[in-house]
């Protein structure tokens, strides 16, 4: 009886020395990669790719995210850290197309910034241009980057795209007070006529910006695209 306690108490003893153990690797283990994973993501706001690289080499993903959430790529390109980008892009298991919580992608910030050399990596790597929601294009329109949506367009962004609320591009840049994307847009054959969920066309953004000439050739534009593109041809 005495004996048969004596070994169930060892057994328990055992198995809580056991579980207490791999409770403590377990927290060296996390301790050991917290720092490198704290020192990867300052890294890559800093545009420092050696330690990017050295923290990577200690176990820390290209694809972690952030306490947000945020994927390490599009921190770097948000904080235009484009050596990082760089870098992490390059790697053949780096998601490309990973957004923050937002839905933004590394691609849509340097569009964004008019990184044009990025946003050229970025899709030579296979990025992709043309995705649900909010685009590249979006982002590069609102923000004036000509070039930027030159070069989406020659690389069959689509132009009309929808945002979750119905807003294309020509919409992002007359709201933004961006008149030379948004003439450029409609030369390459951007629909001017839309609503969004908001009810706001094109024309209607500039005339909530004051932009009076602006609204009035958007309107022209519109009466133009209804009648060359949606009249009914004779019977």
Same mark, same amino acid.
């Given at each position: 009886?005495?004996?048969?306690? #004596?070994?169930?108490?060892?057994?328990?003893?055992?198995?809580?020395?056991?579980?207490?153990?791999?409770?403590?690797?377990?927290?060296?283990?996390?301790?050991?990669?917290?720092?490198?994973?704290?020192?990867?993501?300052?890294?890559?706001?800093?545009?420092?790719?050696?330690?990017? +690289?050295? /923290?990577?080499?200690?176990?820390?993903?290209?694809? /972690?995210?952030?306490?947000?959430?945020?994927?390490?790529?599009?921190?770097?390109?948000?904080?235009?850290?484009?050596?990082?980008? +760089?870098?992490?892009?390059?790697?053949?298991?780096?998601?490309?197309?990973?957004?923050?919580?937002?839905?933004?992608?590394?691609?849509?910030?340097?569009?964004? $910034?008019?990184?044009?050399?990025?946003? +050229?990596?970025?899709?030579?790597?296979?990025?992709?241009?043309?995705?649900?929601?909010?685009?590249? @294009? $979006?982002?590069?329109?609102?923000?004036?980057?000509?070039?930027?949506?030159? #070069?989406?367009?020659?690389?069959?962004?689509?132009?009309?795209?929808?945002?979750?609320?119905?807003?294309?591009?020509?919409?992002?840049?007359?709201?933004?007070?961006?008149?030379?994307?948004?003439?450029?847009?409609? /030369?390459?054959?951007?629909?001017?006529?839309? +609503?969004?969920?908001?009810?706001?066309?094109?024309?209607?953004?500039?005339?909530?910006?004051?932009?009076?000439?602006?609204?009035?050739? @958007?309107?022209?534009?519109? /009466?133009?695209?209804?009648?060359?593109?949606?009249?009914?041809?004779?019977?």
């Amino acid at each position: 009886m005495i004996f048969a306690c #004596y070994s169930r108490c060892r057994r328990a003893l055992q198995k809580a020395l056991t579980t207490a153990f791999g409770l403590l690797l377990v927290a060296m283990a996390c301790s050991a990669t917290a720092q490198p994973l704290v020192d990867f993501f300052r890294a890559a706001a800093l545009d420092d790719v050696a330690t990017v +690289r050295s /923290a990577m080499l200690k176990g820390v993903s290209a694809n /972690a995210r952030d306490s947000a959430g945020t994927p390490a790529l599009v921190v770097a390109a948000r904080e235009q850290s484009w050596r990082v980008v +760089r870098a992490l892009a390059e790697l053949k298991g780096t998601d490309l197309d990973a957004t923050n919580e937002q839905g933004a992608s590394a691609l849509m910030y340097a569009a964004l $910034h008019g990184e044009l050399p990025t946003v +050229r990596f970025l899709v030579g790597r296979g990025a992709q241009v043309n995705r649900p929601g909010w685009t590249a @294009l $979006h982002f590069a329109a609102a923000n004036g980057q000509v070039e930027v949506v030159k #070069y989406l367009l020659e690389e069959s962004a689509y132009i009309d795209a929808e945002s979750p609320n119905g807003t294309t591009p020509l919409m992002m840049a007359v709201r933004q007070g961006q008149p030379t994307v948004a003439q450029l847009l409609v /030369a390459e054959g951007a629909d001017p006529t839309p +609503r969004n969920q908001s009810g706001r066309t094109a024309a209607d953004y500039a005339r909530g910006n004051g932009e009076t000439e602006l609204a009035a050739w @958007l309107t022209r534009q519109s /009466a133009e695209f209804t009648r060359r593109y949606r009249t009914p041809g004779p019977r």
